[in-house]
């Protein structure tokens, strides 16, 4: 069996063309260059390059095996690319989870970046609106909209305080107008959440301002209410954080309300110092921080 290490002198000396151009890329004795060649030649029982005027050239079988010995080579880089990144703890898996409206609206093209800079991190996205116990390990970190936690054995960053508007697409805008006081949604075909949704500030507004003749639709998700907006149905309140990710709504007026919606990034205490859970949050909060997220600046 031939030295596998053998095969980065036979591929320096046949790119380079002479032994002591390979042997100074490789930083090693011009005799050492030649002799570790003559070794795989023996090992393999083949001869591999050959000298001329010009320099060394590859034999018919060596330039046959140049692409196989620059597989090994590439292989060879994976492998200590992969050996590097677990000695530093960059590598393993990451359950995140977040809510499935903010998987297509947000997270997408941040997590495929992240998979670029990290692939040796294999990512477990868990979709869904309920929030996952970090301290029973139901995921790693987490991303959360809302109240801010408080649960003592989390950790985490606040991105932002998302305010709540009312928002219409250009086309509805268009067609029927926009409204720019909270007197005009009457005159709107407005939607918004089941009555037996948790009762958030916004809710609340709409009860006291949205007459119910205007409402039309009804629904039991934030994502419902987000894909109705942005077919065009009509008009509603929505997170300014979620219509920014979108240059196609219109954003009417800011209603006077108090804002109580946090977004933040969490994960636990057991984990902060794991080095592929803090890339994620590095990463993440980099991203939203930075308003990658954001498609175009809301219009209104």
Request: proline fraction near 15%; avoid cysteine; charge should be negative.
């Given at each position: 069996m031939f030295d596998w290490n053998d095969l980065k002198y036979f591929l320096a000396v046949a790119r380079a063309g002479t032994t002591l151009k390979a042997a100074t890329t490789l930083k090693v004795s011009q005799s050492t260059a030649a002799r570790r060649i003559a070794a795989l030649e023996k090992a393999i029982g083949v001869k591999l390059l050959v000298k001329r005027q010009s320099g060394y050239v590859p034999t018919e079988a060596g330039a046959g095996l140049i692409k196989a010995a620059e597989e090994v080579e590439t292989a060879t880089r994976v492998f200590d690319a992969a050996a590097s990144a677990y000695k530093r703890g960059l590598s393993g898996t990451v359950r995140f989870t977040c809510a499935e409206i903010a998987v297509s609206a947000v997270f997408m093209s941040a997590l495929r970046e992240f998979r670029d800079a990290?692939?040796?991190?294999?990512?477990?996205?868990i979709t869904t609106d309920r929030r996952l116990d970090l301290a029973a390990g139901?995921?790693?970190?987490?991303?959360?909209?809302?109240?801010?936690?408080?649960e003592p054995e989390l950790v985490g960053r606040r991105i932002a305080v998302d305010t709540w508007s009312v928002y219409c697409t250009r086309s509805y805008a268009e067609k029927h107008g926009a409204p720019k006081a909270p007197e005009d949604l009457a005159h709107h075909a407005f939607f918004t959440l089941h009555d037996e949704f948790p009762r958030l500030p916004m809710i609340e507004w709409i009860a006291r301002h949205v007459p119910e003749s205007a409402i039309v639709m009804r629904q039991n998700t934030i994502g419902g209410l987000f894909g109705s907006l942005k077919s065009g149905l009509g008009v509603t309140v929505m997170s300014d954080f979620l219509a920014s990710t979108d240059p196609n709504l219109v954003r009417c007026f800011t209603?006077?309300?108090?804002?109580h919606s946090e977004i933040w990034l969490v994960t636990h205490e057991r984990l902060r110092k794991v080095p592929r859970v803090r890339a994620l949050m590095d990463f993440?909060?980099?991203?939203?921080?930075?308003?990658?997220?954001?498609?175009?600046?809301p219009h209104g």
């Open positions: 990290y692939p040796s991190v294999r990512l477990e996205l139901e995921a790693d970190v987490a991303f959360r909209a809302g109240t801010p936690p408080t209603p006077d309300a108090p804002a993440l909060t980099d991203y939203l921080v930075k308003g990658r997220h954001v498609g175009a600046p």
